[in-house]
Nanobody, 122 residues
Protein backbone atom coordinates (compact mmCIF):
# COMPACT_ATOMS: atom_id res chain seq x y z
CA UNK A 1 0.00 0.00 0.00
CA UNK A 2 1.02 3.57 -0.65
CA UNK A 3 0.19 6.60 1.46
CA UNK A 4 0.22 10.22 0.35
CA UNK A 5 0.27 12.87 3.05
CA UNK A 6 -0.42 16.48 2.09
CA UNK A 7 0.20 19.68 4.01
CA UNK A 8 0.10 23.41 3.50
CA UNK A 9 -3.54 24.19 2.85
CA UNK A 10 -4.72 27.37 4.51
CA UNK A 11 -6.66 30.59 4.15
CA UNK A 12 -4.95 33.18 1.95
CA UNK A 13 -5.86 36.62 0.68
CA UNK A 14 -6.24 37.33 -3.03
CA UNK A 15 -2.79 37.99 -4.44
CA UNK A 16 -1.17 35.97 -1.70
CA UNK A 17 0.87 32.79 -1.78
CA UNK A 18 0.72 29.29 -0.37
CA UNK A 19 2.92 26.24 -0.70
CA UNK A 20 1.50 22.72 -0.70
CA UNK A 21 3.62 19.67 -0.02
CA UNK A 22 3.00 15.96 -0.44
CA UNK A 23 5.08 12.98 0.68
CA UNK A 24 4.58 9.45 -0.59
CA UNK A 25 5.52 6.37 1.42
CA UNK A 26 4.92 2.64 1.42
CA UNK A 27 5.38 -0.03 -1.24
CA UNK A 28 7.02 2.15 -3.87
CA UNK A 29 9.49 1.01 -6.51
CA UNK A 30 9.24 4.20 -8.50
CA UNK A 31 6.77 6.96 -9.22
CA UNK A 32 6.11 7.81 -12.86
CA UNK A 33 4.22 11.01 -12.19
CA UNK A 34 3.21 13.07 -9.18
CA UNK A 35 0.90 15.99 -9.21
CA UNK A 36 -1.94 18.03 -7.86
CA UNK A 37 -5.63 18.09 -8.65
CA UNK A 38 -8.33 20.23 -7.11
CA UNK A 39 -12.05 20.07 -6.58
CA UNK A 40 -14.23 23.05 -5.82
CA UNK A 41 -17.74 22.66 -4.34
CA UNK A 42 -20.15 21.42 -6.98
CA UNK A 43 -17.44 20.91 -9.56
CA UNK A 44 -15.52 17.94 -10.89
CA UNK A 45 -11.95 17.27 -9.86
CA UNK A 46 -9.52 18.91 -12.27
CA UNK A 47 -5.83 18.73 -12.98
CA UNK A 48 -3.71 21.56 -11.60
CA UNK A 49 -0.15 20.44 -12.33
CA UNK A 50 1.85 17.27 -12.79
CA UNK A 51 5.54 16.38 -12.94
CA UNK A 52 7.10 13.23 -14.35
CA UNK A 53 10.19 11.49 -13.03
CA UNK A 54 12.14 12.87 -15.99
CA UNK A 55 11.22 16.44 -15.11
CA UNK A 56 8.47 17.18 -17.57
CA UNK A 57 5.70 19.34 -16.18
CA UNK A 58 2.14 20.07 -17.21
CA UNK A 59 -0.12 22.85 -15.94
CA UNK A 60 -3.74 23.76 -16.27
CA UNK A 61 -4.14 26.92 -18.33
CA UNK A 62 -5.78 28.64 -15.37
CA UNK A 63 -2.64 28.38 -13.22
CA UNK A 64 0.15 28.83 -15.77
CA UNK A 65 2.51 31.58 -14.73
CA UNK A 66 1.21 31.57 -11.15
CA UNK A 67 1.81 28.04 -9.86
CA UNK A 68 5.05 26.05 -9.93
CA UNK A 69 5.33 22.34 -9.30
CA UNK A 70 8.54 20.79 -8.06
CA UNK A 71 9.43 17.22 -7.32
CA UNK A 72 12.15 15.39 -5.41
CA UNK A 73 12.42 11.91 -6.90
CA UNK A 74 14.78 10.65 -4.20
CA UNK A 75 12.41 11.66 -1.41
CA UNK A 76 9.16 10.86 -3.25
CA UNK A 77 7.83 14.33 -2.57
CA UNK A 78 6.09 16.95 -4.66
CA UNK A 79 5.34 20.58 -3.88
CA UNK A 80 3.15 23.22 -5.41
CA UNK A 81 4.10 26.87 -5.01
CA UNK A 82 0.99 28.96 -5.56
CA UNK A 83 1.42 32.68 -6.15
CA UNK A 84 -0.98 35.44 -7.12
CA UNK A 85 -3.85 33.45 -5.67
CA UNK A 86 -7.38 34.18 -6.82
CA UNK A 87 -10.73 33.40 -5.18
CA UNK A 88 -11.38 30.90 -7.95
CA UNK A 89 -8.39 28.88 -6.72
CA UNK A 90 -10.45 27.97 -3.65
CA UNK A 91 -10.80 24.20 -3.57
CA UNK A 92 -9.68 21.01 -1.92
CA UNK A 93 -6.30 20.12 -3.38
CA UNK A 94 -5.42 16.45 -3.79
CA UNK A 95 -1.98 14.96 -4.28
CA UNK A 96 -1.77 12.17 -6.85
CA UNK A 97 0.92 9.62 -7.62
CA UNK A 98 1.18 6.99 -10.35
CA UNK A 99 3.27 4.32 -8.69
CA UNK A 100 5.14 1.24 -9.86
CA UNK A 101 5.18 -1.13 -6.92
CA UNK A 102 7.82 -3.52 -8.27
CA UNK A 103 10.55 -3.58 -10.91
CA UNK A 104 10.18 -5.08 -14.35
CA UNK A 105 6.69 -3.77 -14.97
CA UNK A 106 5.18 -0.76 -16.65
CA UNK A 107 1.94 -1.14 -14.71
CA UNK A 108 1.23 1.81 -12.46
CA UNK A 109 -1.29 2.21 -9.68
CA UNK A 110 -3.06 5.47 -8.97
CA UNK A 111 -3.00 6.78 -5.40
CA UNK A 112 -4.58 9.86 -3.84
CA UNK A 113 -4.01 11.88 -0.73
CA UNK A 114 -6.81 12.87 1.61
CA UNK A 115 -6.93 16.44 0.35
CA UNK A 116 -6.03 19.80 1.85
CA UNK A 117 -8.28 22.85 1.83
CA UNK A 118 -7.14 26.05 0.13
CA UNK A 119 -9.38 29.06 0.62
CA UNK A 120 -8.67 32.39 -1.06
CA UNK A 121 -10.73 35.19 0.38
CA UNK A 122 -10.38 38.69 1.73
Amino acid sequence: QVQLVESGGDLAQPGGSLRLSCAASGSIFSIDAMGWYRQAPGKVRELVATATSSGSTNYADSVKGRFTISRDNAKNTVSLQMNSLKPEDTAVYFCNAKVRVRPGTTVTFNFWGQGTQVTVSS
